[in-house]
């Protein structure tokens, strides 16, 4: 059972920046951010697989940063540009590779782990 928590959210205006951080309890291949903002779906933000291949949503591509830090387990977000539309919850999560190579990755459905999620909330 792999355990995630996550850190670092907060409230921020618009344009802004933050960096998330989650803390693994054991080192996964495949870990990913997601969101959900209050009345929508939980949606993908990106995933980094085998330490350094990342994907992006297309609405945080140029903005958003994943990176991860295999000696600590860790892994980071850094959002720059915030927009308010990026107010949500986030959640780190963690599965197999395959997860992170699937088409639906987005979803999320594939991941088993989930952190206990961290707020971001952007004023304009």
């Known amino acids: 059972q792999v355990q995630l928590v996550e850190s670092g959210g907060g409230s921020v205006q618009a344009g802004g920046s933050l960096r998330l951080s989650c803390v693994a309890s054991?080192?996964?291949?495949?870990m990913g951010w997601f969101r959900q903002a209050p009345g929508k779906e939980r949606e993908g933000v990106g995933t980094?697989?085998?330490?350094?291949?990342?994907r992006y949503a297309e609405s945080v591509k140029g903005r958003f940063t994943i990176s991860k830090d295999s000696a600590s387990n860790t892994l980071h977000l850094q959002m720059n540009s915030l927009k308010p539309e990026d107010t949500a919850m986030y959640y780190c999560?963690?599965?197999?590779?395959?997860?992170?190579?699937?088409?639906?990755?987005?979803?999320?459905?594939?991941?088993?782990?989930w952190g206990q999620g961290t707020q971001v909330t952007v004023s304009s």
């Open positions: 054991e080192y996964t291949r495949c």
């Open positions: 999560a963690a599965a197999d590779p395959s997860a992170c190579y699937s088409g639906s990755w987005s979803r999320g459905s594939d991941f088993p782990y």
């Open positions: 980094v697989v085998w330490d350094s291949n990342t």
